[in-house]
């Protein structure tokens, strides 16, 4: 179930990364993703591993179990370290590579870029970088030259919003980049909090296993009654 679970995390940062791809041109913001998508891949292994170990009572391999769960456990830190060093470097991303997004827009033959402004653009309620207003400056602004914002920034709620500037008041008046920004960093922070609880299982998993292993080696009684001897 733990490891269902963190592969469901990381399959959910690589599904939302793939809609805001474009405002990103550092591809290791990816990393935690990956990293937590390949423990929880282990971790259904080492449950096997775990579960097997602890049916047949064998001290090799629980002791086994015990030092992959501490390395997973180290690896989980890793995600956690890295997640939040990535989640402090989302704004500079976003704001470094905006602009160009924006310039490259194509109202009239939209190509991937244009697609991913126009889906943040409704999804998140918002227009232009700033405000509705920062598309004036635009290349796709100028060609079409009919003082009008893409449709994407009308509100929902309006049927016959044609993006005119004339009628602001139609307009989502809120800026992308600070949502787009709030977004992601919502995001690594799933990753950052999975990684965290996951790593508790983990402490508690290998406390568990430490107990049953000091056991068997402390009781030789029982030692002999799994191995079929006998005890005068």
């Not at 449950?47 to 064998?58: M, P, Q």
């Not at 993006?163 to 992601?184: F, I, N, Q, R």
């Amino acid at each position: 179930a733990a490891a269902g679970i963190l592969c469901y995390v990381g399959a959910y940062v690589f599904i939302t990364y793939d809609d805001y791809d474009h405002f990103f041109e550092d591809v290791y913001t990816l990393i935690p993703a990956v990293i937590i998508i390949a423990v929880g891949t282990l971790l259904f292994i080492i449950g096997l591993i775990g579960c097997c170990a602890t049916i047949r009572e064998s001290r090799c391999g629980l002791a086994t179990f015990v030092i992959i769960l501490l390395l997973v456990f180290i690896t989980e830190v890793v995600v956690v370290v890295l997640g939040y060093i990535y989640r402090a470097k989302v704004e500079d991303e976003v704001d470094h590579s905006i602009q160009k997004v924006y310039n490259g827009y194509n109202g009239t033959n939209p190509d991937a870029a244009s697609r991913a402004i126009d889906y943040v653009q409704r999804q998140l309620c918002c227009c232009g970088i700033h405000n509705y207003s920062d598309w004036e400056n635009t290349v796709w602004f100028k060609q079409t030259k009919n003082n009008s914002v893409p449709l994407s920034c009308c509100k929902a709620s309006l049927s016959n919003c044609t993006g005119s500037l004339t009628h602001p008041m139609d307009l989502y008046s809120e800026g992308c980049e600070a949502l787009v920004v709030k977004k992601l960093q919502e995001i690594m922070m799933y990753v950052i909090w999975a990684a965290l609880a996951f790593a508790a299982i983990q402490l508690l998993g290998m406390l568990c296993a430490c107990i049953v292993l000091c056991r068997r080696s402390r009781d030789p009684a029982y030692e002999l009654l799994i191995a079929g001897g006998t005890y005068a």
